[in-house]
């Protein structure tokens, strides 16, 4: 543990769900109002992932991702399993009917405190569209697992930005290239 660890954590500035805080030579930020994050790994009984890509403002670009989102952002005392099928069925039109967690995560521990749960989805029904909800233009893709990392290589080339929790499903491919 370092020095830092043990001096008061200043508040820098709070919004609606984040704030940034400062403690000893450290800034970061974190989720506020005890928000968590839910990131479903969605696969069918076809062995095809659910992956969505939308525009994300602080890259300035569309990001190709897992299907995720926020854990009591408007029901205090949400479970993560129930917030993570409601995100799924939202963002992609899908809705499982077995969802369960893997542990909590976090993807960038030197700058955001905030971790998420990874779930996992399966025995999928398809109940509409999918694309969000309030104008997010979610736009969903259904991709075998086989073709996972061709499918992320195209995506990136067209420009788009990749999410680091895809690495879950290239990671076997990139030890086998090494």
């Keep these: 543990m370092t020095k830092d660890a043990e001096l008061p954590v200043e508040t820098m500035w709070?919004?609606?769900?984040?704030?940034?805080?400062?403690?000893?030579?450290?800034?970061?930020?974190?989720?506020?109002?005890?928000?968590?994050?839910?990131v479903i790994l969605a696969v069918?009984?076809?062995?095809?992932?659910?992956?969505?890509?939308?525009?994300?403002?602080?890259?300035?670009?569309?990001?190709?991702?897992l299907p995720a989102g926020l854990v009591g952002d408007d029901v205090a005392g949400e479970s993560v399993a129930i917030a993570a099928a409601r995100e799924l069925?939202?963002?992609?039109?899908?809705?499982?009917?077995?969802?369960?967690?893997?542990?909590?995560?976090?993807?960038?521990?030197?700058?955001v405190s905030e971790g998420f749960t990874l779930m996992r989805a399966t025995r999928l029904v398809k109940t509409g569209p999918g694309g969000g909800v309030d104008g997010e233009d979610i736009v969903v893709h259904r991709v075998p697992l086989k073709e996972v990392g061709a499918f992320?290589?195209?995506?990136?080339?067209?420009?788009?930005a990749i999410?680091?929790?895809?690495?879950?499903?290239?990671?076997?491919?990139?030890?086998?290239?090494?």
């Design 44 to 65: 069918d009984d076809e062995g095809c992932v659910l992956l969505v890509d939308q525009f994300r403002m602080p890259l300035g670009r569309r990001c190709l991702e």
């Design 152 to 160: 992320v290589a195209a995506k990136r080339a067209e420009g788009m």
């Design 89 to 111: 069925e939202e963002e992609t039109g899908y809705h499982p009917g077995r969802i369960e967690s893997f542990g909590t995560f976090h993807s960038s521990p030197g700058m």
């Design 14 to 38: 709070e919004g609606k769900y984040i704030v940034a805080k400062k403690q000893g030579s450290w800034e970061y930020v974190a989720r506020a109002r005890g928000i968590e994050a839910a």
């Design 163 to 178: 999410d680091v929790k895809l690495l879950l499903l290239l990671g076997a491919g990139i030890l086998a290239a090494a």
